[in-house]
């Protein structure tokens, strides 16, 4: 199955249009929100996984919403782990709803990319400082 994640960034006079509802209806796009800022009337950010059997229509949909006025970005962001200066607390794991951050049977922190939304939350979690966000 092929997924790509970006970061779409709506003006504010396209936050009230439904546009995210064409990706799944037109392109039969799977969407996983893992981050959004959206208000009404202001500059929107929303943070998406699509999802679909072709990257092709993955692509349309990105076309369909780049032709509509939504700048469309990668995801380029992730988060990285000092594993040397961790000290296995787990505080970092209370907050990571995606479960990309967890304890293994030997109590040592275990850090699934794979799995991360980067969403952030783990940065601040973290007691030691040993988890940043790099772009």
């Known amino acids: 199955m092929a997924k790509k994640r970006v970061v779409l960034t709506f ?3 396209l936050t009230e249009i439904p546009l995210t509802y064409h990706l799944v209806k037109d392109f039969d796009l799977a969407i996983n929100i893992l981050k959004a800022k959206i208000t009404p009337g202001e500059e929107g950010k929303l943070v998406l996984e699509l999802s ?3 990257l092709e229509k993955i692509e349309d949909g ?7 006025g ?3 970005q990668p995801l380029s962001k992730e988060i990285v782990l000092d594993e040397e200066k961790c000290i296995n607390c787990g505080a970092c794991t209370a907050v990571c ?3 990309a951050l967890s304890m ?3 109590a040592r922190l275990v850090f699934n990319k794979e799995s991360c939304i980067v969403c ?3 940065v601040s979690a973290c007691p030691m400082r040993v988890i940043k966000v790099m772009f």
Do not use: F, Q
């Open 120 to 122: 952030e939350l783990c």
């Open 52 to 54: 679909n059997g072709s």
């Open 11 to 13: 003006p504010p006079e």
């Open 62 to 68: 990105l076309d369909y919403l780049e032709k509509h």
């Open 97 to 99: 709803n995606s479960k």
């Open 104 to 106: 293994d049977a030997d």
């Open 70 to 72: 939504v700048t469309i």
